[in-house]
């Protein structure tokens, strides 16, 4: 790893509380640029315009999607200015360099009748009865919250004691927001803390989170539930090749849309720091409305 890239990497988790998933890119966009410049005998020091401009030429060569370019670049915009406010460099080569504009594409999202199947084969899905009721758990909390995975499976155990009506989620960027709890979930979810209680003092542990693992976080991992998502769409009869937990939470923004909530609840749900980001919704019901009318309508 380069040498600016690890005091980069501490300065975005410091000043801007980048989460984990966020160093993480923006470590494997830094390296791989790096590694393109090294190819070429080049340094970050060295770097002009031209070197960052045949960067993502390659990329374009070698089938990168738009949203991945754009995002590469954002993160070597970042590192240079960053290297120019500090001192490192007396030029910030990609000031002004436009990448390409991030494609828009509609979210993939589910009927409610599909969601209603999932959440009821959740029930019988899992190895033993505890699985089972941590599996009906985990889908009701998200379909109710609508929140992102690593939201989902980092939540402490203390935010849901109590029968609670609403949850404190701390989101992106250190953001926090309060989520109410259907009461399908909130049941759910009492189950689940006996459960969880009576198995952790047998084995005689303890843990901060709703939902503990043995590995080394702590708590259940985002790669465990997206491989529980696929194989609870399998049983259910969906395609779990279009399931995934963020097209959990596409249904259930678009579910709220589709029976009246306004744009800034559902906004304020989600977490965006910007409602431009639920904007998105609304196009998925004009397309579902377009197909009412072509399908429907009987002059069509």
Request: aromatic residues 6%; proline residues 5%; contains cysteine.
């Amino acid at each position: 790893m380069h040498p600016w890239l690890p005091i980069f990497l501490e300065a975005m988790q410091a000043e801007q509380d980048a989460a984990i998933n966020t160093l993480d890119a923006y470590a494997r966009d830094l390296n791989d640029f790096v590694g393109f410049l090294t190819r070429k005998k080049v340094t970050p020091e060295m770097a002009v315009r031209g070197d960052i401009e045949n960067y993502l030429i390659e990329l374009e060569a070698n089938g990168l999607a738009k949203s991945t370019r754009a995002r590469r670049l954002s993160s070597i915009r970042q590192l240079f200015r960053f290297a120019f406010s500090e001192g490192w460099r007396t030029d910030d080569p990609a000031a002004q360099i436009r990448g390409p504009k991030r494609g828009r594409h509609l979210p993939t999202t589910l009927s409610e009748a599909d969601v209603v199947t999932l959440l009821d084969n959740a029930q019988t899905y899992g190895k033993s009865p505890l699985d089972k009721l941590r599996n009906t758990c985990l889908m009701e909390i998200l379909y109710a919250t609508g929140l992102r995975v690593t939201e989902l499976v980092s939540l402490p155990v203390a935010a849901t004691r109590g029968d609670p009506r609403m949850i404190l989620v701390r989101g992106k960027g250190g953001r926090e927001r309060m989520v109410p709890l259907s009461p399908p979930a909130r049941e759910a979810l009492a189950k689940w803390l006996i459960a969880r209680d009576v198995d952790l003092r047998k084995k005689h542990a303890k843990s901060a989170f709703l939902f503990p693992s043995r590995g080394k976080k702590g708590h259940l991992t985002r790669e465990s539930f997206f491989l529980f998502i696929k194989g609870l769409a399998a049983v259910s009869g969906l395609d779990p090749r279009g399931i995934s937990p963020h097209t959990l939470r596409h249904a259930f923004a678009t579910h709220l849309l589709a029976n009246g909530a306004d744009l800034l609840s559902i906004q304020m749900l989600l977490g965006h720091a910007d409602v431009s980001s639920t904007e998105i919704y609304t196009h998925v019901l004009e397309e579902r409305l377009k197909e009412l009318v072509l399908n429907k309508h009987p002059l069509a």
